[in-house]
């Protein structure tokens, strides 16, 4: 079993709509959960992290965790164009372990 | 300037050629990492250095070799390249783990895109 696991997509919706990226995790000792933002042809980018379970809002986007579960959640309102990228969930300590991060479209 | 750069950006080569891929950083972190990224895989470790003199094998070291030269730059090695080397290779970086807890934000590189015939 993979320590993160996460659908590639792709998940095309469009402009307005509601996303929401899932991962689900192995490793109940796990404390910080992130997700990092990938454009084509870029390296990703931090985008928020959450610290054990909870949820974290930063304006468009919510990011949460259920540890019970070990699903970890990114939530994205009123999607535009501009956030089309893959979308990486990442945890671990020392070492970060990555989702295989899902492709989302975003269409005008 | 950007804050961590890899060269080459793209490098197309031959099976059994040896390749070294280059990253430097100006961000002063002490950790840094190298990852190979296939469609489908995501993003899987290879080597991570936390000081010039601590170097660590990831998941997928196999085939390839590391050198820190300094805080500042962390080269990868591909001995004898071979067709299923052809990936997208990220060089990232972060600072030491919060004090009292395991926070680690990692910086990345644009990425070299390396295919081997």
């Known amino acids: 079993q993979k320590e993160v696991e996460q659908d590639p997509g792709p998940l095309s919706v469009p402009e307005g709509a509601i996303v929401s990226l899932n991962c689900t995790y192995s490793?109940?000792?796990?404390?910080?959960f992130m997700w990092y933002r990938q454009y084509s042809r870029k390296g990703p980018e931090l985008l928020m992290y959450?610290?054990?379970?909870g949820n974290k809002e930063d304006g468009r986007f919510t990011a949460q965790v259920d540890k019970s579960s070990k699903y970890i959640s990114l939530f994205i309102r009123d999607s535009q164009p501009s956030d089309s990228a893959t979308y990486l969930c990442a945890t671990g300590f020392q070492k970060l372990v990555f989702g295989t991060g899902t492709r989302l479209l975003v269409s005008p | 300037d950007a804050d961590v750069t890899q060269t080459p950006r793209n490098r197309i080569t031959k099976t059994g050629k040896r390749i070294m891929l280059e990253c430097s950083q100006t961000k002063g972190h002490d950790r840094m990492y190298w990852y190979r990224q296939d469609p489908g895989l995501g993003l899987r470790l290879i080597y991570y250095s936390f000081d010039v003199k601590d170097i660590n094998k990831g998941e997928i070291s196999d085939g390839y070799s590391v050198s820190r030269q300094a805080q500042a730059k962390f080269s990868l090695s591909l001995e004898s390249a071979i067709p299923n080397q052809t990936a997208l290779y990220f060089c990232?970086?972060?600072?030491?783990?919060?004090?009292?807890?395991?926070?680690?934000?990692?910086?990345f590189g644009p990425g070299t895109r390396l295919t081997v015939l």
């Open positions: 490793n109940s000792a796990f404390q910080y």
């Open positions: 990232a970086t972060s600072d030491f783990e919060v004090a009292g807890g395991t926070f680690n934000e990692q910086f």
């Open positions: 959450t610290y054990s379970s």
